[in-house]
């Protein structure tokens, strides 16, 4: 079973940035979607972005045009690049990743979770 690591979380300020990575734990031949959820307290899960092997990539509302995903494939990590952070941002945010086990078959990993906390 495939694990993903994620770093870069912590406390910053109103307005601050931060930077989220993700890489699997164990070997991979090759990842197909990678995306970063985020929950925050008493709320369900949502996506925050999310971006295709091809470079597709797709944001919530909420965050486009302060937050970018970008990827490195042969890395097989991504990255969530969040500028302009509001309080409402602060949630724990999990990386998902859809990994090829055959030619056509993915199996899905998460991350353990990474607390992001936006405060002054």
């Known amino acids: 079973q495939v694990q993903l690591v994620e770093s870069g979380g912590g406390l910053v300020q109103p307005g601050g940035s931060l930077r989220l990575s993700c890489a699997p734990s164990g070997n991979i031949f090759s990842i197909d979607t990678m995306g970063w959820y985020r929950q925050a307290p008493g709320k369900q899960r949502e996506l925050v972005a999310g971006?295709?092997?091809?470079?597709?990539?797709n944001y919530a509302d909420s965050v486009k045009g302060r937050f970018t995903i970008s990827r490195d494939s042969g890395k097989n990590t991504v990255y969530l690049q969040m500028n302009s952070l509001k309080p409402e941002d602060t949630a724990v945010y999990y990386c998902?990743?859809?990994?090829?086990?055959?030619?056509?078959?993915?199996?899905?990993?998460w991350g353990q979770g990474t607390l992001v906390s936006v405060s002054s």
């Open positions: 971006i295709t092997a091809g470079g597709n990539r």
């Open positions: 998902n990743a859809h990994y090829y086990v055959d030619s056509y078959s993915t199996l899905e990993a």
